[in-house]
């Protein structure tokens, strides 16, 4: 063949061998196509946002509950082991990771909680140490809600709170309820804002308003959510308001443990040593007796496949000692709705709430030990009697 001829051939092969790899790139390309637009849709990338997201959410609740277990091992004096996992009790050496953690808490529930108990010391309560109140911390005049009033009666000082624990106490501010509320899906939570716990963080320390209780707000999250969990139930002014006060610095407190939001709480709402010790739903932890409390939590076996039937007949009967058509807010010198002192100091102190007595007679065991005489509540409005009594017959 002349060198011509040799030229033209080999232009043709690499011709050939061109368009080869071309037809094969754009099948490729092709295929990489229909992959793309089958499975990386916007519909497909917005489910994998969410799910992102939800794991981001699950994983900031895992995290703080695993600072709180680890707070309250570590409040222990150093006589009581930290690392509770490589010691041995009973779970340890047993190949299912739920019998290590149940064996754990027995150990807990046998060594750990178990505080020196003196004669004049009460076993349903904490044991905290009682310091006067400074004069300066206490204001007569009544304040806006941004700076809520401090009553003498239910906050402690700053002194009372920061006192080093006698030996083989815990400071109170440390000891959190044990709770067993499900994280992994927002409808097994007992109280529903506790499915957003960065948005509960960024929320204000006490609420901007409390009007943010009786009509809802935009501005603080917490507050909001508050309000449209206790909308559903059928409560006056006082019990809305009352309740999403204490409920929100509750909140506050469970997820930033510390001197200064534990002094926002009233006494009553402070954990007691039964609900540190056994598991129970978040929602137990806001009823304001502490007795009951601490009888639902141990009877909750009982009660919780009727949770909605007792949580319906307890917010029609838990009542504020508050007179009929009273108000509960009142304008300071900026012209600004604040609660009144007097309201504040009522619903801050335990025997300024009391249950009617179609409660007490429906659950007797939830009130057994309790001093019905200061709980108890009588209606003196005939309306408001009459009222109840439909609502029952309904």
Known sequence: MLSAEKKRLRDRRAQQTFRTKRVQQMIRLKEQVAYCEQHHDDQGTQQLLQTIQSLREQNAVLIQRQERLRSLILAWDDDYPVNLLTRNFPGVGQTSQEEVIQGALNYREENLLRPPVSEDTNPDSMGSINVNEPSGLLNSTPMSASAPP????????????????????????????????DFSSSESISLPWFAYPQRIASSADSPLSPLDFLYGTRENFLSDMIHMVIRRRPLRDPERLAIGWTAYHLTKWLFSPGPTTYARLPEFSRPILGQTQIPHPMALDFIPWPRVRLNLIQRWHVYRERRDELFGMLAICVKVRWPWGENILERNERNELCIRQSFYDTFMSESGWGLTSEFINKYPDLVAGADLASIIYEYKCPICKSILRSIFRL
Request: proline share 16%.
């Open 150 to 181: 401090v009553a003498q009666s239910s906050v402690s000082s700053p002194a009372a709170v920061l006192t080093s624990p006698m030996p083989g106490q815990c400071l109170p501010w440390k000891l959190l309820p044990l709770n067993d509320d």
